[in-house]
């Protein structure tokens, strides 16, 4: 079979090089055309495909599926960045464990389903929601902007809550930073992201937790959001560099290009940051 194989490619070259030879007058020319992620050796007049070699069609008739196609797909180079995006875009903004804001942001804030979020996101999230809809999927928005001070209320809140039960204030800060970020480390502070369930997943428990991960609504979101703009910001097994646990219900505005980009590259915002500064 391998050696079968290897015969075809062997006699394609040597067809390559004929055709070259009998067809240079021609202002022919044989060469290795892409198709279907594979190369095949054709006949062209320009950039027109005359022929390709029939004894080589049957290899590549089939279509380049699973792990072949895989296999061959072409690597796609870290310059390929979406064109015109830097790493300073608003849209971009890191906010993290190591990037904490430190003043409150000034964010120009709409209302959006009971929410505030950032006027700039206000049509893709729309855009994200009636597509949803067509979809079957009905979105809840959980949650939108929240201010540092805001953040540091129910942060100091659920300290007092642990260290009423006994715990020292260390222990108390330590479960609370379990289920909140500290104040200045979280997104919403930006206005960009959001809490995001549908109305199946409110009715079942309305949490967040890692379970509405496995629902239709999140598969959609993962696989959709990115056309709006958003990614799933907290991905599964992506916490060494986010510091944060999977976390399917917070999206995250980043654009078009970018969320697409990402999601295809399977890249956390910080690694993107990073290409984004090698770039
Ligand atoms: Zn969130």
Not at 56 to 70: I, L, S, V
Not at 163 to 185: C, D, F, H, I, Q
Request: aromatic share 10%; with cysteine.
């Amino acid at each position: 079979m391998k050696q079968k194989k290897y015969q075809k490619v062997f006699l394609g070259i040597l067809a390559v090089m004929l055709a070259n030879l009998l067809g240079a007058s021609k202002k022919v020319m044989a060469s290795w055309q892409p198709t279907d992620g594979l190369m095949i050796p054709a006949v062209c007049q320009g950039n027109k495909v005359v022929t390709t070699f029939p004894f080589m069609q049957e290899k590549f008739d089939r279509p380049a599926t699973g792990a072949r196609a895989k296999a061959v797909a072409p690597v796609v180079p870290s310059s390929d960045l979406p064109a015109g995006v830097t790493k300073d875009d608003w849209q971009l903004q890191l906010v993290n464990r190591d990037h904490p804001v430190t003043t409150e942001p000034t964010v120009q804030l709409v209302e959006f389903a009971g929410q505030w979020i950032a006027a700039e996101i206000f049509d893709s999230l729309t855009e994200l929601f009636a597509a949803a809809n067509k979809a079957g999927i009905n979105l809840v928005l959980i949650s939108g902007y929240r201010s540092i001070a805001h953040q540091e209320e129910l942060f100091q809140d659920k300290i007092a809550e642990y260290v009423a039960t006994g715990l020292s204030v260390a222990e108390a800060r330590g479960e609370t930073l379990k289920y909140l970020t500290a104040p200045g480390t979280s997104e919403h502070h930006t206005g960009l992201a959001v809490d995001v369930i549908d109305d199946v997943w409110a009715k079942e428990s309305g949490e967040l937790v890692t379970a509405f991960g496995s629902t239709e609504a999140a598969e959609w979101l993962a696989q959709y959001a990115p056309a709006a703009g958003f990614i799933i910001r907290y991905p599964l097994g992506k916490t060494a560099d986010t510091y944060i646990e999977y976390e399917p219900w917070h999206l995250r505005y980043v654009g078009v290009d970018s969320a697409q980009y990402l999601t295809e590259n399977n890249l956390s915002l910080e690694e993107y940051h990073q290409r984004l500064s090698e770039n």
